[in-house]
């Protein structure tokens, strides 16, 4: 792989401290720099340069692909910038590219923000914990922390299922194994057929897609594994409402009875702009499940989970609103990015009255 035409632009992330790079025809490469984005100063890319990048960082079966499905995504390792994501798609007919960087090391929990409880929910024995949220959220790097702490604390056999990889974990304690979609697996719902014959303790799936994986991942966490996956809603309850949503009929309330025995935890997430700018911050909401919950996704009264996560303080459970009251005391967002993000407005003004 012949990286020239893309390592000053990489160069340039990297003394940025960016977490994206975004190739577009027509204006010049753009950084994301603490969720905004930063133009580069300098002539506007073309067609031209994207095919050289695009051509430069695929072989001939990632180029097959991409003429054929006019979407990829891999990850490479590069010497200065270290592990990226790279996404191909085409507009107007020509390819752009958008790059993610995944960072050298996974940081500590405290340095996430993350809530103690996160160390439990990783220390499970079985069942299933869900990682959701908007793209960019940090869903990803919350996933491989607890694979991390896993890693280094149970002698185990880790696999992860993931499109493509981000972080590379070393053998500790256990045995991590890591296959990329396209790369050592055809599909999530197919390596998670054969990821059960392999012996797994814990299971990792980079993203519910569609009803097979799902099944199959529930059929995992009832079985003794334990498995983390990631999926894209916004808050706890409609991450439950989009599993349950996607199967209908009789098959929808033997998922309903299998999420509610298997599920041992759910985190919703996103990233905030800090006072300052210069970083972001993580905001949360957090459920727990307790008897409670299990009963409540049980039998379908998801309205009431926002009354659990209140009452549920004593078990770590946090609201979203109420994370971002905290954020907002401790001087860590402003008040405009607290009411923004908030479910209901009115409670953060009435505090802050």
């Not at 996103?270 to 008897?291: H, K, S």
Request: charged share 25%; proline share 4%; aromatic share 4%.
């Amino acid at each position: 792989m012949n990286t020239g035409a893309l390592d000053p632009l990489l160069d340039t992330a990297v003394e940025y401290e960016a977490s994206d790079l975004h190739l577009v025809v027509g204006v010049p490469p753009a950084f994301r720099v603490n969720g905004e984005i930063i133009l580069a100063d300098g002539d506007v890319l073309t067609e031209k340069n994207l095919a050289t990048i695009t051509d430069s960082l695929l072989n001939d079966l990632q180029r097959k692909k991409f003429e054929q499905d006019w979407e990829l995504c891999i990850s490479f390792l590069h010497p200065k910038a270290g592990r990226m994501r790279v996404t191909f798609y085409r507009r107007n007919a020509t390819a752009e590219l958008s790059l993610r960087f995944c960072g050298h090391e996974i940081p500590g929990r405290e340095q996430l923000g993350l809530p103690a409880q996160i160390d439990e929910l990783a220390r499970k024995p079985n069942g299933l914990v869900l990682i959701t949220g908007p793209t960019g959220a940090g869903k990803t790097t919350t996933m491989n922390y607890m694979v991390n702490l896993i890693n280094q604390e149970r002698r185990c056999k880790i696999v992860t299922i993931e499109d493509p990889i981000e972080f590379v974990h070393d053998n500790r304690c256990a045995i991590v194994v890591q296959q990329e979609v396209m790369t050592d697996v055809r599909s999530f719902h197919r390596a998670l057929i054969h990821v059960l014959r392999q012996d797994p303790d814990v299971i990792v799936i980079g993203e519910l897609r569609d009803p097979e994986t799902i099944a199959t991942a529930l059929t995992a966490a009832e079985t003794g594994h334990l498995v983390f996956a990631t999926m894209h809603s916004p808050s706890v309850a409609q991450a439950v409402e989009r599993i349950v949503g996607v199967f209908e009929g009789s098959t929808q309330r033997q998922v309903v009875l299998q999420l509610a025995n298997s599920l041992q935890g759910i985190i919703a997430q996103e990233l905030l702009a800090a006072v300052d700018r210069n970083r972001r911050v993580l905001a949360y909401e957090l459920v727990i499940a307790t008897g409670a919950v299990r009963n409540i996704v049980r039998e379908n009264q998801l309205h009431q989970l926002e009354n659990i996560l209140q009452m549920g303080r004593k078990e770590g459970m946090v609201l979203m609103d109420n994370c971002l009251l905290d954020l907002y005391s401790k001087a860590l967002i402003t008040y405009d990015t607290a009411v923004s993000r908030a479910r209901n407005p009115d409670k953060i003004a009435k505090r802050n009255g």
